[in-house]
């Protein structure tokens, strides 16, 4: 059976790992733990006979023109222990922590991702709604999920990610 559950400090040596490991490089693990002092986030884990097998990540973006009364967050990274993907574990992770998200107040989430994956769980293209994405990447892989009803209505900008999404 697999536990979602938030992170603390005491798996931090376990998610680096499982981040290491799923993107066979540092670049995300180092990410995760310099994201860790922004706030607020969110960290979950995947858990499996006391095991993390999975982790995911949340943290705020910014839209510009800035609009004050629009929070938004991003999805990355998101990872699951090799010997453990396309076992539905990066789903469970992906459902808990938007569900997440929704609790913890945010409009909207985006997503730089697979576009044969995220749209199962409601994300649709942002170019499509209005949103450009502060990176060069194709239009299919910049996704935006809406959390509340009718947040994205009338409104449309660049998503910003934290400065350390530049260092990986």
Known sequence: MIIIRNEKPSDYKDVYSVNKLAFEQEGEADLVKRLRKI?????????????IIGHIFFSPVTIEPTDENFNAVGLAPMAVLPEFQNQSVGSALVKCGLEECKNQNFDACFVLGHPEYYPRFGFQTAKENGFDCEY?????????????????????????YDVEFAKV
């Open 136 to 160: 060069e990447v194709p239009n299919e892989v910049f996704m935006v999920l809406e959390l509340k009803p009718n947040s994205l209505k009338d409104r449309t900008g660049t998503v910003k």
């Open 39 to 51: 706030k607020p986030h969110i960290s979950l884990v995947a858990e499996k006979n006391n095991e």
